[in-house]
C-alpha cells in the first residue's frame, strides 16, 4: 500500500478526481449560468447580465396570468398525484410484502413494476391510445350501451393525473415495498402476543414503521412529477400549461433564455419548498 | 385460499390491469391489420415492423440513440467507478461532502439540466449536438452508476487488492486485474440502468440536438400525426429493448447477491 500510494497518479488518492470535475463543469456551472441568465436581460439579441429582476416581475405581473396560473396548475397536480399514488400503492406494496410467499416476492415485484421502464415518450403514447375517443374505453362503454356517443378522455387534466398516477404507483410500490420488507416480522408478532388483533397491528406497529419510506416515495414522487414535460403536454394537450411546458414554450417559440431560466429557478425553489416540507416531517416522525 | 385473501387478490388484479392496460394496448395495436391503432382488432399483421425498419429517419434515429447511449453509459460507468472506489477505499474527511457533490444531479429536473447546458454551450459557441446530448445523459447517469458501483463495494474485495499488492502487482494492474473482475457485475448494471435511461430519455435530447436526432426525440414528433401505428411499433420494440436491459440487470445482480 505504501508504495501505491506515492504514486502521483494513485486511484486511491486521485480516483473521485474526474467524476467531482465533471459535475462541477457540466452541472454546477450550467446551474451557476443559469441562475445567472435569470437575472439577466436580452438586448438586442445578446443576453446581458444587469442584475435585474424584470424577469421574476414579469412572471407575478405578466398581464395574462399564464405563468402564475401555470405554477398554481403544476402544484395541484403534482399534489393530487402524489396522494392518489401513495393511497393506491400503499396497499399493493403490503399485499406483496406479506402475502406473497417470501421466494415469489421479488419476482412478482419485478414483474408488476415491468412498464415502469416504458419511456414517459411512449407510456404516454399509450394512454392516449387507450382514451381516445375510439380508444379502448370508450369502446367499451359504448358496446355495453354506457354512453350513446365516443367519449374522449384525452387533452384534459384528468388525463394528466391519470398517466403520472400510472407511473408513480409503480415507484412507490417499489419504494413502499423496500422499506415494508425491512420491518421485523417479531414487531408483528409481539403485538399479536399483546393481544392486538390485525388491523390495530396495522395501525399501531406497521403503519408508523413505514412511513418513512412512504415520505421518501412521495418526495420523489413530487419532484419527478413538478419537474415532468413529457406528460403534460401529450396527456393534457395545450388547454392549460404546467410549469415545466411554460419553460419548454420560453426555450422553444420565444427564445427567451432569461424568463425559462426564471422560471426554472422558481420551479427548483418549489423542488426546495418541498424537500423542506418533508424533511420536517419526517423528523417529526421521529420524535 | 382463505376468504380474506380475496379482497387482497381483487386488489392486486385491478392493479395489475390499470399498470399493463396502456402496454397491452400498445403491443397489440402494433400488430394490427388496419391503418387505426384503437378497436376492433383486425388481425395480425408485421406490416408497420416492415414500415419501421424501412423508415431511414427512424433507423438513423435508432443508430443515434445506441452511440449517444452506448459511449455516455460508458463515460458515465468509468466516472462512476473511479469515484466509487476512491470514496469506498480511502474517504478522506470531505468524502461526505463528495458524495453530496456527485448525488446532487439526481434531485434536479432533467429540463433544468438541459436548459443549463443550453446556457453554456450557447456562451462558449458550442452547436446543438450528439455530443452535447451525450453530455448531458452522462450528467444524469453518473450519480446512479456512482451509487449502484458504491454500494457494491465491500471489505472482501479490499482484502484481495491488499494481497495483489503486497504480491507485487502495481496499483493500476491491481485494479484492472483483481478489482474490475470482481466488480463486473456491478459494472455491467451500472452501465446498463445507465443506457435505458439515457435510450429512453427525451427532454434533453430534444433541447441539445439539432439535426441528428435520437428515437425519442423523432418518436415525439411521430405523435404529431395522431395515433399511428407504426408509432405503436416502434413504442413496442423500444419497450422490448428496455425490457431485454431490465432482466439482465437483474440477473447480473441477482448473480452478484448470490456469490456475495
Known amino acids: 500500500m505504501m508504495a501505491a500510494n506515492k504514486n502521483w497518479l494513485s486511484v486511491n488518492r486521485w480516483g473521485a478526481a474526474p467524476a467531482l470535475l465533471f459535475t462541477a ?5 450550467p446551474l451557476i449560468a443559469m441562475a445567472l441568465v435569470s437575472v439577466s436581460e ?3 439579441g445578446h443576453t446581458v447580465l444587469t442584475w435585474t429582476l424584470d424577469n421574476y416581475r414579469g412572471f407575478v405581473s405578466r398581464s395574462d396570468g399564464t405563468f402564475v396560473s401555470a405554477l398554481v396548475n403544476s402544484i395541484e397536480v403534482t399534489v393530487t ?41 411512449i407510456r404516454s403514447y399509450s394512454w392516449l391510445l387507450v382514451l381516445s375517443e375510439n380508444g379502448i374505453i370508450s369502446q367499451t362503454l359504448l358496446n355495453l350501451g354506457i354512453t350513446d356517443d365516443p367519449i374522449g378522455l384525452g387533452n384534459t387534466r384528468g388525463a394528466t393525473v391519470l398517466g403520472f398516477v400510472h407511473f408513480f404507483v409503480m415507484l412507490l410500490t417499489l419504494t413502499i415495498y423496500a422499506n415494508l420488507s425491512q420491518i421485523k416480522d417479531s414487531y408483528r408478532k409481539a403485538a399479536a402476543d399483546l393481544g392486538a388483533n390485525g388491523f390495530q397491528t396495522f395501525l399501531h406497529v406497521t403503519l408508523p414503521l413505514s412511513l418513512p419510506g412512504v415520505a421518501v416515495g412521495a418526495f ?54 418541498a424537500y423542506l416540507l418533508f424533511a420536517r416531517y419526517l423528523r417529526m416522525e421521529r420524535v | 385460499m382463505k376468504a380474506r385473501d380475496i379482497p387482497a387478490l381483487l386488489y392486486v388484479i385491478a392493479a395489475v390491469i390499470f399498470i399493463f392496460l396502456p402496454v397491452v394496448v400498445l403491443v397489440q395495436f402494433s400488430f394490427q391489420d388496419g391503418l387505426a391503432p384503437v378497436p376492433p382488432f383486425k388481425g395480425f399483421s408485421l406490416r408497420w415492423y416492415d414500415k419501421m425498419f424501412a423508415d431511414r429517419k427512424l433507423m438513423e434515429a435508432l443508430g443515434n440513440s445506441v452511440l449517444v447511449g452506448g459511449l455516455s453509459s460508458v463515460a458515465a460507468t468509468a466516472l ?17 461532502q463528495m458524495r453530496f457533490l456527485l448525488m446532487a444531479p439526481i434531485t434536479v429536473s432533467y429540463i433544468i439540466i438541459a436548459l443549463g447546458l443550453l446556457i453554456v454551450f450557447n456562451g462558449l459557441g458550442i ?21 449502484v458501483i458504491y454500494s457494491q463495494m465491500g471489505e472482501h474485495q479490499a482484502n484481495v487488492e491488499r494481497a495483489a499488492l503486497d504480491l507485487g502487482a502495481s496499483e493500476f494492474k491491481a485494479l484492472i486485474y483483481v478489482t474490475v473482475p470482481m466488480l463486473w457485475p456491478a459494472l455491467l448494471a451500472a452501465f446498463f440502468i445507465a443506457f435505458t435511461l439515457s435510450w429512453d430519455e427525451f427532454v434533453i435530447a430534444q433541447l441539445l440536438s439539432k439535426f441528428d436526432v435520437t428515437l425519442p426525440v423523432v418518436i415525439f414528433s411521430l405523435l404529431r400525426t395522431g395515433l399511428n401505428p407504426v408509432t405503436n411499433a416502434v413504442g413496442t420494440f423500444v419497450f422490448a429493448v428496455s425490457i431485454g436491459l431490465v432482466v439482465l440487470v437483474e440477473l447480473l445482480l441477482a448473480r452478484r447477491r448470490r456469490d456475495g
Open chain 1, 81 to 121: 398525484v402524489t396522494i392518489l399514488s401513495v393511497f393506491a400503492a400503499y396497499p399493493l406494496a403490503y399485499i406483496l410484502a406479506y402475502r406473497v410467499p417470501k421466494r415469489w416476492q421479488r419476482v412478482a415485484l419485478v414483474a408488476i413494476v415491468l412498464p415502469f421502464w416504458t419511456s414517459y415518450v
Open chain 1, 42 to 44: 436580452r438586448i438586442g
Open chain 2, 127 to 147: 452547436g446543438k449536438s450528439l455530443f452535447a446530448v451525450g453530455l448531458g445523459h452522462v450528467v444524469i447517469n453518473l450519480p446512479l452508476c456512482f451509487a
Open chain 1, 220 to 273: 420523489l414522487t413530487f419532484v419527478l412529477a413538478v419537474g415532468d414535460y413529457i406528460t403534460p403536454q401529450i396527456l393534457g394537450g395545450g388547454k392549460e400549461l404546467l410549469l415545466p411546458q411554460a419553460i419548454m414554450l420560453q426555450i422553444g417559440r420565444a427564445a427567451d433564455f432569461p424568463m425559462a431560466s426564471a422560471l426554472s429557478m422558481i420551479l427548483m425553489l418549489v423542488v426546495t419548498a
Open chain 2, 80 to 96: 462512476g467507478f473511479l469515484a466509487a472506489f476512491k470514496l469506498a477505499r480511502r474517504p478522506g474527511r470531505a468524502a461526505p
Open chain 1, 25 to 29: 463543469a457540466c452541472f454546477v456551472a
